[in-house]
């Protein structure tokens, strides 16, 4: 197996790493300027107006150093890095902010991972897609709806989102999540792609080891609990019922398409593969063929 290194990593991973990163420092250090050196007139605009600035700035001198594709990964890297920092101050609030601070980490960090993750197992599919941020329109007015939740019940029922104890648990199941997906993708390699591939690559081959031994998708898997997790730590009711509805339905159709594709490319060895594991998703079955006789099977699957 061969062993993935950081010092190997394709040019536009380490440029997100270090402006990630970087920007996750400058903006720490903006945000907790006041409780370091105590709070005054002027370092209260440094603590909520600075971050802003520093954005602006960031993004002038990421334009003039770099163009196309590189400044591209650049400025989402930041803006994710940015993201996290605010995450982490407002974690440390004793009212609501604190479970919208530890979602702002938790997503940050999920989008983020994303794109480190296949710049380090499969660069040739490497794009700014890969942070996956622009997922869906579906997946932007869902992330909307669950702010706007947080937002109003905050405003109106301040007491409801004090109940960190039922965040943290949240976080759990976003962080167990995120382990999973990240777990198939450094498994599956190569063979991982954020799309539902309809045409074999000569060198695809079906992963059923480590993760893949314990369910057949694990990154979907992993994606499900992740997005339910992301609604207990905000503690919106509403958005958690919806977002388990939509996000269960999503999946049984995505399963649906992919293992009627894969069946396709490995034949009885994905069938025999779908006998011994399950999906891991509740209630998903994914596409089960017809029993036929062992006769026209052989004959469906010669190619």
Not at 99 to 122: K, R
Not at 181 to 209: C, E, G, I, W
């Amino acid at each position: 197996m061969d062993r993935l290194s950081l010092k190997d990593m394709c040019p536009p991973g380490r440029q997100a790493l270090v402006c990630f990163f970087l920007s996750a420092l400058v903006f720490t250090l903006s945000f907790f300027s006041g409780s370091v050196l105590g709070f005054s007139s002027e370092l209260w605009a440094l603590t909520y107006w600075g971050p802003a600035l520093y954005f602006c700035l960031f993004n002038f001198i990421l334009r003039y150093c770099y163009k196309g594709f590189m400044y591209e990964v650049s400025i989402r890297s930041a803006f994710l890095g940015a993201t996290f920092s605010m995450g982490v101050f407002l974690s440390t609030f004793e009212n609501g902010w604190r479970a919208f601070g530890l979602y702002a980490m938790i997503l940050s960090m999920f989008h983020f991972s994303e794109f480190m993750s296949v710049a380090l197992t499969n660069p040739r599919t490497l794009s700014v897609d890969s942070f996956i941020l622009n997922h869906s329109i579906q997946y932007g007015l869902a992330a909307v709806a669950s702010w706007i939740e947080w937002a109003i019940e905050y405003y109106f029922f301040p007491n409801m989102k004090t109940y960190f104890w039922i965040s943290f648990v949240g976080v759990v199941m976003c962080i167990t999540g995120e382990l999973l997906r990240k777990s198939a993708m450094f498994t599956a390699k190569t063979n991982f792609n954020h799309t539902v591939q309809y045409v074999k690559r000569p060198d695809h081959q079906l992963v059923t080891h480590g993760v893949y031994s314990l369910c057949r998708h694990p990154s979907y898997v992993g994606w499900f609990y992740w997005s339910i997790g992301t609604q207990i730590t905000l503690l919106n009711p509403i958005c958690l019922i919806i977002y388990t509805l939509a996000s269960w339905t999503f999946f049984r159709e995505r399963v649906y398409a992919e293992e009627l594709t894969l069946l396709t490319f490995f034949g009885p060895q994905y069938q025999d593969y779908q006998q011994k594991v399950g999906t891991g998703l509740p209630y998903i079955a994914g596409y089960i063929p017809e029993n036929t006789s062992q006769e026209v099977k052989d004959e469906h699957w010669s190619y």
